[in-house]
């Protein structure tokens, strides 16, 4: 891995052990390797979880936007780059750049982070750290910042109680999970004739273990899913949304 402050990079490899049934690296897995190289930048900068969790503040991902021409492959070395766009008192914008080892641009990823109060659950006012102002770098990111995600009217609905394993440090859903069974909607057909080519997910309200949502989709536009993840008293926790595009031959 390597930095120059503004701009920090890691180099993986993709295991036969990490891949989807059609031989590429899962959605799921790039999440967790958002997530991961965020945390590395962030470490780096004396920023990260160990400085934080001194004031009970933690970095907390409020949303994902990522769009890729595909996925790396089976035995494939591949890089994800990060860098920080802007930021304003509420939210960190954190971009980042897929390529493969031949130096392919595969595709890009938008994030929104914020800083929570453990105690209160509540924002914390960032404006004031002065490592982000000084470390805005100017990479461009060309794909389309996420759409507004409404509610759902109608769809398809499955309920799944969350349990031990779905939850993290934290001790709510983990992203990943939430990710995950909004993608077990589908099924093997449909990864094996199309794969997503652009994924918009927001988080909005913290879930638990032992809790009870329904996770729905509106396939109407069968090549733009729209999700969400809602509890009992209709308030949704998750909303999400799929486009998908054809398998080349």
Known sequence: MCSNKKEFFRDYYLAAGECNPQGEMPLTLLMQRIIEIATFHANSWGVGYARLIQDNHVWVLSRVTIEVTRFPRVNENYRLTTWIEDYNRHFSQRNMRLDDDQGNTLGFVRTIWMVIDLSTRASVDISQLSYIRENISSLPCPIEPMSRLRPI??????????????????RHVNTVRYLSHLMNLFDMDCYDNYFISRMEISFIKESHYGETCQFIIDDADPMDSRLSVTDADGNDHVRARFRWQQRQA
Request: charged share 20%.
């Open 153 to 170: 009217g109608e769809g398809h609905a499955v309920d799944y109680t969350f349990g031990y394993m779905d939850c993290d440090f934290n």
